[in-house]
């Protein structure tokens, strides 16, 4: 489930059912929304005469222009990135003179590649993505054909034999030698 803000409609039916004398246990019920997300809400959008939705929209507009998303990338901008980009210039050296984050140029190369675009051939260095260190397994140190000790042979809880005992009871007497 992804995050949405609240709508101004949505505001209006907190206060309506707040009025209603509802709990924000079950505003949240009623609105299908978490009950964190109403008392978030109500904190944060609460002023000395109570909550008042048209107030709390302009607190909610006022605070999201602040939002460090919400700065938006001009198109004059994005024109002078990729007549850098045509110049063969890195995008380390594009941020300098453009002022937009080299990693937002490489995710924009990479959307625009993705799109069927031709941006990511103007880079200097045809490099792979990003290695995720998560991904995958790692094919060192695996042993192979392991079998789990669950599946070992009866005969072998006996410890009879020496190549069957268990290495932490095995201990190495190391004499000095005179």
């Known amino acids: 489930m992804t995050y949405q803000h609240l709508s101004q409609t949505e505001r209006y039916q907190i206060y309506i059912l707040m009025k209603d004398g509802k709990t924000q246990t079950q505003i949240a019920k009623l609105m299908e ?3 964190s997300t109403i008392s978030r809400e109500l904190a944060r959008n609460t002023g000395l005469k109570g909550y008042r939705p048209r107030q709390a929209c302009l607190l ?9 998303n919400a700065t ?3 198109a004059a901008d994005w024109g002078k990135t990729v007549n850098c980009l045509l110049e063969k210039w890195s995008p380390v050296q594009i941020a300098d003179q453009v002022g937009i984050s080299h990693e937002t140029i490489y995710r924009h190369i990479y959307a ?3 799109a069927g675009g031709s941006l990511y051939q103007q ?3 045809q490099k792979k993505r990003k290695k995720r260190y998560a991904s995958g397994r790692e094919p060192r140190g695996q042993i192979i054909g392991r079998r789990p000790i669950s599946e070992r042979p009866a005969h072998i809880e006996t410890r009879a034999q020496v190549g069957h005992w268990e290495g932490d009871t095995v201990l190495e007497s190391i004499t000095s030698k005179p």
């Not at 909610?60 to 460090?68: H, I």
């Open 33 to 35: 929304r978490h009950k």
């Open 60 to 68: 909610a507009e006022k605070r999201s222009q602040g939002s460090r």
């Open 72 to 74: 938006q990338i001009t």
């Open 112 to 114: 625009d590649k993705a």
């Open 123 to 125: 880079l200097r260095c």
